[in-house]
């Protein structure tokens, strides 16, 4: 069943809010905020959002896919992108079908390519010091430890 609305409902609002959602892919939660500096009602956001839904505007599954695709392409690991989207709301199982779906080479490689060219600008007294900034650089990223490990035993620290 659509959602309909009463001619005084602002057809102009709903029309900041489909082009606010057809910009770019929109989480609930950017919507909500939207609708709030728009001043709308918090009575009457939930038929907002259905409609917006109902007229594929607002996807969240596209969303999470799009976030998290998009993330690993700036070099983001899983748990900043994870972290990232728990502040957005997004649910767990959501996120982490997504995060699932990484290619594990790509993805070891993505750690190992990244790790490689940060270690030639990395300035230490010790072989031990350059190590610990490379590992405190990729966790900043958002890699787990184990694949940092793995990522950078083969390189030499000289």
């Known amino acids: 069943m659509l959602v309909t609305f009463n001619a005084a409902m602002e057809a102009e609002l709903y029309e900041k809010l ?7 892919d929109r989480c609930k939660s950017e919507v909500v905020t939207k609708m709030n500096a728009l001043k709308l ?14 007229e594929n505007y607002l996807n969240e599954d596209r969303f999470v896919k799009a976030f998290v695709n998009g993330h690993l ?30 290619v594990e080479e790509d993805y070891t490689e993505k750690i190992l390519k ?6 030639r600008t990395i300035k230490g007294k010790s072989n031990n ?21 793995a990522a950078i035993k083969p390189l030499k620290f000289d």
């Open 18 to 24: 489909t082009r606010f959602c057809a910009y770019r």
């Open 129 to 149: 010091e350059k190590r610990m900034k490379l590992i405190k650089f990729l966790m900043g990223k958002g890699y787990e430890m184990p694949k940092i490990l």
């Open 41 to 54: 009602e918090k009575d009457e956001q939930p038929a907002y959002l259905k409609k917006l839904q109902e």
């Open 114 to 119: 990244l790790a490689t060219a940060k270690m």
């Open 73 to 102: 392409r700036k070099k983001w690991g899983k748990v900043k992108i994870k972290s990232a989207l728990m502040r957005k709301g997004i649910k767990a199982e959501q996120m982490q079908k997504y995060l699932d779906a990484v």
